[in-house]
């Protein structure tokens, strides 16, 4: 079995070694100016859990103040035009002037997102209730974000139910995934040509025996019935402890159905934490896979989003350190030896493959990104431009804290 020949294993820094051309390195450069990251509406307001929702002085209360701050994400990094809304959370009675509102602050509304959880009559579900009036008032909601994304020139309408059971024999399997499918195709038929239904999945909460929509085959199942306007949203957080994440997002690549991602981070359950910030190898590895497809000749389009609750951090900071997670990820595997990497896997050599994936991981690309972003006319450490901006303590002494409740966040 053929092994790495003479090459002293101190690993290779891709960036430091002279081994990547200058041309790869002005690709990698304009890829990364070009990656662009939709942030979450409700990751700017405040957030908890069911023990508490802590008030962060400042924190944004209302979609424009949520969008004011997104737009300030923007400025800094440069490479987050859209945010995702979330509705009724981010209700709003003028979306032209909330489109214009955006505009004039340089972002534009991303993924619609509905609320099928937080109603009084969803407590056996909504799109698989067994009440039929209940499955209506479920799809009218939907149908409305429909409306609102045409009205915000949005293309995305990202679904994610709560829909399940918590205790055996409280209701039919079956029967709940054939009203699932029922109601999804009233939903797939109201979309506007072009329009994408991402169909989010998580194996459990705030069901703790059965979730309709538990994992990724059945999200897949169903978007297929559906038709090619609908695709399959992986949330980082969403998959039992020991889950290989970048397979899935393998799978989901291959099969060209996947739409897009929450990201974020977890060490226990659905926790919501900054992504990256306590597994950046598997992000590494995730964004490896991503890469590796994007060679495709139709890559498709995925939407890469973040989905965090900030409960005892700083919003603005905790998002801005989230982008610059997943640009280090996107970097480093983009500086992966592919034509290394397959020789290797084509001589059975095993850890001289890791290798290659360990050398991309192990480089320090944080000074790419700083030159990517002074190319872009932006200072090189967006958290230090951030704070010393002094808009934090502006938003603390301007914003009085929010009526609880007002974000329309659980708890908030
Ligand atoms: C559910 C979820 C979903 C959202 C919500 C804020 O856990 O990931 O994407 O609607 O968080
Ligand atoms: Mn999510």
Redesign the pocket.
């Known amino acids: 079995m053929k092994q790495e020949q003479d090459q002293p294993n101190v690993g290779r820094d891709r960036l430091a070694s002279e081994e990547l051309g200058a041309a790869e390195r002005r690709s990698v450069l304009e890829a990364i100016k070009r990656f662009t990251i939709e942030t ?1 509406s ?1 990751g700017y307001g405040d957030s908890g859990t069911r023990f508490k929702v802590f008030h962060w002085p400042g924190a944004a209360r209302n979609l424009r103040e949520k969008l004011a701050d997104a737009a300030l994400v923007h400025r800094l990094t440069g490479v987050c035009p859209r945010v995702a809304i ?1 509705i009724p959370w981010d209700k709003e009675d003028d979306w032209e002037a909330v489109k214009a509102y955006a505009a004039g602050l340089g972002v534009r509304i991303g993924a619609v ?1 509905p ?1 099928l ?1 937080q109603d009084e009559e969803y407590r056996f579900g909504s799109l698989c209730h067994p009440d039929p009036a209940v499955r209506r008032r479920a799809v009218q909601h939907v149908l409305e974000c429909i409306q609102i994304a045409r009205a915000v020139d949005s293309d995305t309408i ?1 679904l ?1 139910l ?1 829909d399940g059971t918590n205790y055996p024999g409280q209701d039919d399997l079956r029967a709940r995934k054939h009203r699932l499918e029922e109601t999804l195709a009233e939903i797939y038929a109201a979309l506007a040509p072009g329009m994408r239904l991402l169909i ?1 999945y ?1 194996f459990f ?1 705030p069901a703790f025996y059965h979730t309709d929509l538990a994992d990724w085959g059945m999200a897949y199942t169903l978007a297929r019935k559906l038709g090619p306007q609908a695709r399959v ?1 992986v ?1 980082t ?2 998959h039992p402890q020991g889950t290989n994440l970048a397979h899935i997002v393998a799978f989901l690549l291959d099969e060209e159905i996947l739409g897009g991602f ?1 990201f ?1 981070d977890r060490r226990y359950a ?1 926790d ?1 934490l900054i992504v990256g910030s306590q597994h950046p190898f598997e992000l590494f590895l995730v964004f490896n896979e991503l890469v590796a497809a994007a060679s495709q000749p139709q890559a498709p389009r995925i939407d890469y989003m973040i ?1 965090q ?1 900030h409960n005892i951090e700083p919003k603005i900071e905790a998002m801005i350190q989230s982008v610059l997670h997943i640009q280090s990820a996107y970097a480093r595997a983009l500086l992966v030896d592919r034509q290394r990497l397959s020789q290797a896997q084509a001589a059975g050599d095993v850890l001289g493959a890791y290798r290659v994936l360990r050398d991309a991981f192990e480089t320090d690309v944080r000074p790419l990104l700083a030159q990517a972003r002074e190319e872009m006319g932006l200072d090189p450490d967006p958290i230090a431009a951030f704070r010393r901006s002094g808009y934090a303590d502006e938003v603390a002494r301007t914003r009085p804290a929010s009526r609880s409740g007002a974000s329309g966040y659980p708890g908030a």
Do not use: I, Y
């Open positions: 979450p409700w979330h997102n609320n959880f990202s994610w709560a989010e998580k909460e949203l949330d957080g969403h929450h974020n659905d919501d989905d609750s």
